[in-house]
């Protein structure tokens, strides 16, 4: 399945992490439109799964019933199928019970999972570092890579992100979700633009309000830059990412880190969480973590770098320069949440075509647009045709619908951004050759609103048109 569906508002995961992810990380990262994952080790017993899984699932049922369906992430369960895990069989028991939509499996073969999620149409991925492992997870059945590349938080891959995405899809047109320092949305744009489909943000969330890390944790990661960082296997027996002043805060020191490695353990029934509660992990993307925010916030900044970087991707793509040099934050399609008028005279805001209007206006990079608003309640014509309908119904669907396109630009900035849309297709005939002129304002959460006054005849003052959207999901 390639396909954005597992995370309608940015094609990200926050990714499982030990001791760091729990059901709080998990839904407030569903709740903010991307995928929520956690590692089952992270609960000491399969009671204790079962508990978080019911708390998952209960807590995305109440979200549903708070904000539409279509905008909630999907949650993930993070596997070890590692040989050395005993508990697996009965974590798979409650994958099967919870069938969360997909599962990742790291440390071991995806085999043991791929029956079991496939049975209730669940999808597996597999964690892996190198080509040679994905070949061998291809072959076990998977429908996703999780491919770790070098700057990766925890157990760090040593690939390059461009090199390992190439290679991979030489032999896999699944989806490809790519991690390992990437922690903004200049980041996400380059994922996607180098093949993948997804990106794995681990580090980025460890410094929000819902993540189980310490405090002490989190404003280390404020507090530190990419050169703050060791990549050792002495630690875990597999190599992996540490930030140095924790590791001197542990009387370890960062530059002699070659102390023969421990035997890999990863048997979820004993624990491991010692070496990883006092010894703090962090990826390459640690210098882009300036404060510790909840995680809705950290996914609206993505969001809103994310268009920045398309913009300038396009900018610097010859022959694709967008509309305008400056960044363009209108790029891209946006759906109708409300058009109202206000007259400014105290009387509540009047919804010309009714409050479960609908719509869809689209920016292109090379310089057009696109709007299309139509009334929730439209009839359809009777008949096979326009032509046969009778001329009321004809009349009742020209009414009904609004639409016009051609090219457009932007002028001023900031608060007095205004986007100016010279008509040259519309419903109405009179539109063509108009230049419709709108302020732009995007607010904290996204929402894009466009107002124009409009002159009323026979009353002092304008009314004010003001239609919002907000960005379209795929
Ligand atoms: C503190 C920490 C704990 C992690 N624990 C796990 C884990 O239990 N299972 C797993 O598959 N990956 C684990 N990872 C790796 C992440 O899932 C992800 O691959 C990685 O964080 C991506 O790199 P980034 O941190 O640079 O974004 C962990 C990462 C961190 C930072």
């Known amino acids: ?76 369960a993070n596997l070890v199928t590692h040989r050395s895990n005993a508990r697996l069989p009965e974590d798979l028991k409650l994958v099967q019970k919870y069938r969360p939509p997909v599962v990742v499996t790291a440390l071991g073969s995806p085999k043991p999972a791929v029956e079991v999620v496939h049975s209730y149409g669940g999808l597996v991925f597999a964690d892996v570092t190198s080509p040679t492992l994905a070949r061998k997870a291809v072959e076990a059945g998977v429908d ?7 700057g990766a938080g925890g157990h760090t891959g040593s690939i390059s992100p461009f090199a390992f995405v190439s290679a991979v899809r030489e032999f896999f ?26 990106v794995y943000m681990g580090t980025r969330f460890v410094a929000t309000r819902e993540s189980m890390a310490q405090q002490a944790y989190k404003q280390m990661l404020v507090d530190s830059t990419l050169e703050d960082l060791v990549v050792s296997a002495a630690i875990t027996g597999t190599p992996a990412s540490w930030l140095r002043p924790s590791l001197l ?35 390459q993307g640690v210098g882009a973590i300036h404060a510790v925010e909840p995680v809705g916030a950290v996914v609206d900044r993505i969001e809103q770098e994310f268009h920045a970087a398309r ?3 396009s900018r610097c793509t010859p022959g694709a320069g967008p509309v305008n040099p400056d960044d363009n934050p209108l790029l891209g399609s946006w759906t109708l949440l409300a058009w109202e008028i206000d007259y400014g005279d105290g009387r509540p805001p009047v919804h ?95 929402v894009l609103t466009l107002s124009a006054s409009e002159a009323v005849p026979g009353q002092a003052s304008p009314r004010q048109h003001r239609l919002r959207w907000r960005r379209a999901t795929a």
């Open 173 to 198: 047109d699944g989806t490809i979700v790519l991690g390992g320092g990437i922690s903004d949305g200049w980041g996400l744009a380059g994922a996607l633009a180098c093949g993948a489909d997804y």
């Open 1 to 76: 399945m390639k396909t954005n569906a597992l995370a309608p508002r940015l094609p990200v995961f926050a990714a499982p992490m030990f001791l760091v992810s729990g059901p709080e990380l998990v839904l407030a990262a569903c709740r903010a439109g991307i995928v929520g994952a956690f590692p089952t080790p992270n609960t000491r017993t399969p009671e204790q799964l079962e508990d978080w899984m019911r708390q998952i699932t209960q807590g995305l049922a109440q979200l549903r019933d708070e904000q539409p369906a279509d905008t909630l992430g999907a949650w993930c």
């Open 352 to 446: 010309p075509f009714g409050e479960g209007a609908t719509g869809l206006i689209v920016y292109s990079s090379d310089g057009y647009m696109s709007a299309a608003i139509s009334r929730a309640d439209r009839a359809p014509l009777e008949g096979a045709s326009v032509r046969q309908a009778p001329v009321a119904q004809r009349l009742g669907a020209f009414e009904s619908h609004f639409h016009y396109a051609g090219r457009y630009r932007l002028e001023g900035a900031g608060a007095s951004l205004r986007v100016v849309h010279e008509v040259q297709q519309a419903l109405n005939p009179n539109f063509v050759g108009s230049q419709q002129q709108r302020h732009v304002h995007i607010s904290a959460d996204g």
């Open 144 to 150: 996703g890579l999780a491919c770790i590349c070098s």
């Open 311 to 313: 913009t300038h991707l």
């Open 249 to 283: 805060a542990n009387g370890i020191d960062p530059d002699d880190v070659s102390s023969p490695a421990p035997t890999r353990n990863y048997n979820s029934l004993e624990n491991p969480a010692k070496r990883w509660a006092q010894l703090w992990a962090a990826g």
